[in-house]
């Protein structure tokens, strides 16, 4: 498709002028520059599934995917406020009425920018634990509770809210202007994605018109958790896919200029075989994120595992190939801020976000004791 891939230049080449070699200061100060954030919302860059009737690029999930590897090799911080946005535009496809989503698309394709709230102090992956409410009231709603660590909050213009709503479950589109809205931040510096605005967010009685409810809410919370966390998986998995390619790019433009006992260190061996495992890791990555990819597109019975195995398998292989490239930069990748030291940093907090090394094997085992090989 000559005029997809025409689009996917041009929005790359729009992106590492916007990034250039900003990534480390980002990271360093812990702030990224809300223009920025608002001239790739306004291109549908942070939600880049949209169709284009809504103002969205209209990308597939690979296509998609290859653009957050891209953001993710230059900048896991901004590559973090693309999956958050992007899941809140999902979730308002996939549970908005046809009037929410003519709004909200809207708005999060023209600049305004969301982000979503799973983890609660006491609840994490453990759904039976959350605490926040949804309540109806009269014509309206009202949403009590309180979410941590949530991803772009410095910078939204709306928070997605996953809440109880008696036995069942929604999704509030709440604005942070909105009074009762509470953002708290957290102490900096942070382990890693240092400048994705991740603050606390406490909801004292925040009432809304019942229109904020996507859907009009009664959803089972386990389905709208895991469709939810589908699409940040594999989000996740495609930005570690990117972080693995940028260790693999400085590892190996070190190894060929850095010279120790008369040669490149490339050419001594055990060095050698550390650009061999990045290779590997950087492919091993794709085909994980191709396959997640390709059965999000065809909405495969396997969609959900095959996101989890995408992110589990590029999370492991980012943090590993994120310790291999500092082993061979050595003290030169070892400075705060570049980007090796970065992407250390980074890709341990990928091990932990939207489903633990520890969650995402309890589902892939799952899966294996439910099938019939």
């Not at 009037?99 to 759904?127: C, H, I, K, W």
Request: proline share 3%.
């Amino acid at each position: 498709m000559p005029e997809q891939t025409r689009l996917l230049d041009d929005e790359r080449a729009l992106i590492r002028e916007l990034v250039a070699d900003q990534a480390e200061q980002w990271d360093l100060s812990g702030e990224l520059p809300i223009e920025l954030l608002r001239k790739l919302g306004a291109r549908g860059l942070l939600c880049a599934e949209v169709p284009t009737s809504f103002g969205g690029l209209g990308l597939d999930s690979r296509q998609s995917g290859e653009l957050t590897a891209y953001v993710g090799s230059l900048c896991s911080s901004t590559r973090s406020i693309m999956t958050s946005h992007g899941m809140a535009a999902w979730m308002v496809s996939r549970f908005g009425d046809r009037t929410q989503r003519r709004a909200y698309l809207a708005e999060l394709t023209s600049g305004q920018l969301a982000a979503v709230g799973f983890s609660e102090p006491g609840a994490g992956s453990d759904l039976a634990a959350m605490r926040t409410r949804i309540r109806r009231d009269g014509d309206g709603v009202v949403v009590t509770g309180e979410k941590k660590w949530v991803t772009g909050a410095r910078y939204a213009d709306y928070l997605m809210i996953l809440g109880r709503q008696g036995d069942e479950a929604g999704v509030v589109v709440v604005p942070t202007s909105a009074p009762g809205v509470e953002l708290v931040p957290i102490a900096t510096p942070v382990l890693g994605c240092r400048a994705a605005g991740h603050w606390h967010v406490r909801l004292n009685d925040v009432r809304l018109p019942a229109g904020h409810l996507l859907g009009g809410g009664g959803q089972d919370l386990s389905m709208l958790f895991t469709t939810a966390l589908s699409y940040g998986r594999i989000s996740v998995a495609w930005g570690c896919t990117g972080i693995v390619r940028a260790c693999l790019k400085a590892a190996t433009e070190h190894a060929r200029r850095r010279e120790q006992f008369g040669k490149p260190i490339g050419e001594h061996q055990l060095v050698a075989r550390h650009l061999a495992e990045l290779l590997v890791a950087e492919q091993v990555a794709t085909r994980a994120c191709e396959h997640a990819s390709a059965a999000w597109q065809s909405f495969s019975p396997d969609m959900v595992i095959a996101t989890v195995l995408a992110k589990h398998v590029s999370a492991g292989q980012a943090a590993s190939s994120a310790a291999t490239a500092v082993q061979v930069l050595g003290s030169a990748g070892a400075t705060d801020g570049h980007v090796v030291a970065r992407a250390y940093r980074d890709a341990k907090l990928m091990e932990l976000i939207e489903g633990s090394n520890e969650i995402c094997q309890l589902i892939l085992a799952d899966h294996a004791l439910s099938t019939s090989f």
